[in-house]
């Protein structure tokens, strides 16, 4: 039996089903904010608040999707998927998810880079220098990978649309760029945890 007599579904996924995706998401992610009441407990009363509770809360939402688009990647690999149209919703949801986090993120940093004594920064070069120059310095930089890799994904899968399918080279090639992606999202995930565990911002 071919590789190809498996790709059994290849409708393309529509835009109301991706704006449906990218709701439920949004909406769970309040959702767990309002759950978690009184939400001024929840945001706590760090400066770095905001940013630092949408910044976990998008990081933790990419890691159920990415998640999901890894074990479809995978049966993208071996020429086994039957949800193409999910791994084009997913892929696109990892990238927006992805940039939301890192664009909070961003702004979290400037916080942890303060310059007054008791910023994060601050404090680990003052106590634990090598948390700081190796664990934070290096989940900041491969958090970044994450876009561009879910964004080339992403940009393949809509654009050749079924055509991935035929082509043993391109479903390689989004299978490794999507596991690649999500190496990086759960080392930065893992690193960011553990260093906000030590000092939050």
Do not use: C
Not at 31 to 47: E, K, Q
Not at 84 to 94: E, I, K, P, R, Y
Not at 98 to 103: G, H, K, T, V
């Amino acid at each position: 039996m071919s590789a190809n007599e498996h790709l059994e579904e290849r409708r393309e996924a529509s835009t109301a089903s991706l704006a449906l995706v990218v709701g439920i998401l949004i909406g769970t992610a309040f959702a767990f904010l309002a759950a978690t009441a009184p939400f001024t407990h929840l945001m706590g009363h760090s400066r770095a608040a905001v940013a630092s509770a949408f910044h976990g809360l998008s990081a933790f939402l990419y890691l159920i999707v990415g998640t999901i688009g890894l074990y479809l990647a995978w049966r993208l690999w071996t020429g086994r998927i039957r949800a193409f149209a999910d791994l084009q919703l997913l892929a696109t949801v990892s990238a927006t998810l992805s940039f939301i986090a890192i664009l909070f993120g961003n702004w979290l940093y400037i916080y942890y880079r303060a310059t007054d004594p008791e910023s994060p920064r601050s404090w680990f070069m003052a106590n634990m220098p090598m948390i700081h120059k190796i664990f934070f310095e290096f989940k900041e930089f491969v958090a970044l990978f994450t876009l561009p890799l879910t964004v080339a994904a992403a940009f393949i899968l809509w654009y050749y649309g079924a055509h991935v399918l035929d082509r043993k080279w391109m479903r390689y090639t989004v299978a490794v760029l999507l596991a690649l992606s999500f190496f990086y999202l759960v080392v930065a995930f893992g690193l960011g945890a553990a260093v906000t565990k030590l000092r939050p911002a």
